[in-house]
């Protein structure tokens, strides 16, 4: 990210409001999706390769829910491939170009912090979509919002995490910051299995990008 995204997210960092700066950067954008690094105007691409290989079968609309959707690619696509979709962003900004974006979309745009999600969430969903969200976020949160992201999984759900992956248990300079295996452990320890695992790698770069799938 540039500097001066490094000092959005550090002014908001020493006011311990650590996902306050998604709002501000979409708010300071005015539009342009040029000025938001994440913003590429279509679906994850991982993504779109596990929805055609994990069609929905049966006539009931598995229940999706997308964390932190950006601008909406994502979300979309779900809703495309057969998914009841809610698809949140801490940035009401964010939410409102979505809805612009795609004003006949059948996907339930709302504004929701993963800090502090609404109950009637909890284990509701079939399916979890976390993209690089965990990874924008300091490592003195992570274990609260990895926790946050099982607390919407049904018991029967399956959770998508797709991010960077560092090899050292070191702190990283960020945002973002990759995960560590340790940290993606701790799904594990909440119950949820490692079942596959689709990794890019990139030349003369240790980070590499993985999506990531968990059941119980």
Same mark, same amino acid.
């Given at each position: 990210?540039?500097?001066?995204?490094?000092?959005?997210?550090?002014?908001?960092?020493?006011?311990?409001?650590?996902s306050?700066? @998604?709002?501000?950067?979409?708010?300071q954008?005015?539009?342009?999706?040029?000025?938001?690094?994440?913003?590429h105007l279509?679906?994850?691409?991982?993504?779109?390769?596990?929805?055609?290989?994990n069609?929905?079968?049966?006539?009931?609309?598995?229940?999706?829910?997308?964390?932190?959707?950006?601008?909406?690619?994502?979300?979309?696509? @779900?809703?495309?491939?057969?998914?009841?979709?809610?698809?949140?962003? #801490?940035?009401?900004?964010?939410?409102?170009?979505?809805?612009?974006? @795609?004003?006949? $979309?059948? #996907?339930?745009?709302?504004?929701a912090?993963?800090?502090?999600?609404?109950?009637?969430?909890?284990?509701?969903?079939?399916?979890?979509?976390?993209?690089?969200t965990?990874?924008?976020?300091p490592?003195?949160?992570?274990?609260?919002?990895?926790?946050?992201v099982?607390?919407l999984?049904?018991?029967?759900?399956?959770?998508? #995490?797709? =991010?960077?992956?560092? =090899?050292? *248990?070191?702190?990283?300079n960020?945002?973002?910051?990759?995960?560590? $295996?340790?940290?993606?452990?701790?799904f594990?320890?909440?119950?949820?299995?490692?079942?596959?695992?689709?990794?890019?790698?990139?030349?003369?770069?240790?980070?590499?990008?993985?999506?990531? *799938?968990?059941?119980?």
């Open positions: 990210m540039t500097m001066e995204i490094k000092n959005l997210v550090e002014k908001h960092l020493q006011n311990n409001q650590p306050a700066w @998604f709002e501000e950067l979409y708010a954008a005015n539009q342009n999706p040029q000025q938001i690094p994440w913003a279509q679906p994850n691409q991982q993504l779109i390769e596990w929805l055609k290989n069609p929905i079968h049966g006539k009931q609309k598995p229940q999706a829910v997308i964390i932190g959707c950006g601008l909406g690619d994502d979300a979309q696509a @779900f809703a495309e491939a057969g998914y009841h979709v809610t698809a949140f962003d #801490v940035s009401p900004t964010a939410i409102n170009w979505c809805k612009q974006r @795609f004003p006949h $979309s059948p #996907v339930d745009y709302v504004t912090d993963i800090f502090h999600l609404p109950s009637p969430w909890q284990q509701k969903f079939d399916l979890i979509w976390e993209c690089r965990i990874q924008a976020l490592l003195n949160v992570r274990a609260q919002v990895i926790k946050q099982v607390a999984a049904k018991p029967t759900a399956k959770i998508l #995490v797709s =991010t960077h992956i560092r =090899t050292t *248990e070191e702190a990283p960020g945002p973002p910051w990759p995960l560590s $295996s340790g940290e993606l452990n701790q594990k320890q909440l119950g949820w299995q490692e079942k596959c695992r689709s990794t890019i790698h990139r030349e003369n770069n240790p980070i590499s990008i993985a999506m990531i *799938e968990y059941q119980q």
